[in-house]
């Protein structure tokens, strides 16, 4: 049991440093200026008001200046459990937001509450979420994590995380078989209104193509980078931009095909000044 803190310490401790601590970009200074282009020319993705919300209701506490965008336009709804958000971000690995709202649509209107899923043969669970592709995987990953949270708490909740460190929060959704660094991340960010940075693929390649990171860092390496980098008071808005950015654009990814993206505002994107001045330095 000490063995398995001890390493646990270790890899906090690991999150902490950047692997690229001569690579001085972002500025907070580019942050900001993106945050804004990328506003100016998408607004606020609505799919993330509510988690925007409801981390300024958390915050105003501490920042009497955030004020909750337009009430009366978005419900900021009831807020979800931990565990809520981590299952659907399980579901939403691999496919689209679409289809992982339905699947946890599905599992939740199937099963009524996690007790339930629990009990269930994994081929029940998997026939609940298979509109979102990848169900035996996820299915599997679902029953591992509500198995291992009745050992270790003696109930299915996760609700314990809100009063820890994010450092000791990351270690504990990080001993769950098949939750990842992004994983995590997300659900830092949108469920425990933590200030984090997640790298989907969409964020990794702009983080790439204007230059924030080396050529061949790769996505873990990226999140760590990016994380000691990004101010915290940008996190959230930013990350959001970039990655309903990386969804719009195809000029900004490279990996085009895609027939529901569609271009940006007349092909004038934003951040393509970014990229020549990348390609320059």
Known sequence: MQKSRKRKQVEVTETRQDPYPTHSRPTAEECRGIRDELLALHGFPPEFVKYRNQRLKHNMTRDKNSVPLDMNEYDEGEEES????????VLSQNTTEANSLKAFASLKSTFPTWEHVLAAEEKCIENAI???GLAPTKAACIKNILKCL???KGKLCLEYLRGLPIDEIKAELSRF???GPKTVACVLMFHLQQDDFPVDTHVFEISKAIGWVPTAADRNKTYLHLNQRIPKELKFDLNCLLYTHGKLCRNCIKKGGNRQRKESAGNLCPLLNHCEKSNKT
């Open 177 to 179: 078989r098949g939750i």
């Open 150 to 152: 009745l050992e270790s």
């Open 130 to 132: 298979r509109c979102g």
């Open 82 to 89: 931990v565990l809520d958000g981590l299952v659907k971000t």
